[in-house]
């Protein structure tokens, strides 16, 4: 049971390029969200899936894609990297909406850095 | 809206000093919990605790003291004899009817020796 699995755990990116933040959890869990992580402001919501094909933006979407089209995965897609887009990301799962052992299981973090 | 305040940004104390950190919420939802997590250098995120709306009983697990009061929708965490180990960024987190969860500032705590 891996639980979440974020790649890459590193990332240098020029500005403009792409790329694509992995996350997979294998706990069949309906519930799953990005975060960012910079000095002082916590962890702020980017955007979140209460299944497969349904997301919604969080507190800070602009510049990311999701998309859910299985269970188990949920890509963060930059489309045009710009330096305000250096952070620590966060992936996280839940099975939250089945309302079983409310909690949620946090992958390692992603450390993007945009020059 | 769902907000949680951590007003505490840094905390410094010396080994065995008990410290407190503070957190308040604001939500509609009349179910909800509430979580603590630690972030230790390392930089995971540690499970503390999930508290929900309906169970006001404070808890107690070894040096971790929690406190939460509706009346002053507050959710505040107790370090007993604090370690250095104890040194970490502390998170308060909200969660609703969405599953949404989300996070206050976070409070630095250094414990020093």
């Not at chain 1, 963060?76 to 992936?91: D, E, I, K």
């Not at chain 2, 630690?38 to 930089?43: A, D, E, H, I, N």
Request: proline share 4%; with cysteine.
């Amino acid at each position: 049971n891996a639980g979440v699995t974020q790649t890459p755990k590193f990332q240098v990116l020029k500005t403009g390029q792409s790329m694509t933040l992995q996350c997979a959890q294998d706990m069949n869990h309906e519930y799953m969200s990005w975060y960012r992580q910079d000095p002082g402001m916590g962890l702020r919501l980017i955007h979140y899936s209460v299944g497969a094909g349904i997301t919604d933006q969080g507190e800070v979407p602009n510049g990311y894609n999701v998309s859910r089209s299985t269970t188990e995965d949920f890509p963060l897609r930059l489309l045009s990297a710009a330096p305000s887009q250096t952070s620590v990301y966060f992936c996280a799962s839940s099975s939250a909406l089945r309302g079983e052992d409310y909690g949620y299981t946090f992958g390692s973090g992603t450390r993007l850095t945009v020059v | 809206a769902q907000k949680v305040t951590q007003a505490q940004t840094e905390i410094s104390v010396v080994e065995k000093e008990d410290v407190t950190l503070d957190c308040v919420y604001e939500t509609r939802d009349t179910t909800y919990y509430l979580f603590w997590y630690k972030q230790p250098p390392s930089g995971e995120l540690v499970f503390l605790i999930r508290r929900n709306s309906f169970d006001e009983q404070n808890e107690i697990s070894g040096r971790y003291s929690w406190n939460f009061q509706k009346s002053t929708s507050s959710f505040n965490f107790t370090i007993t004899a604090s370690q250095v180990v104890d040194s970490a960024v502390y998170f308060c987190a909200l969660s609703g009817n969405t599953g949404k969860l989300i996070f206050g500032q976070g409070t630095t705590l250094q414990v020093k020796p």
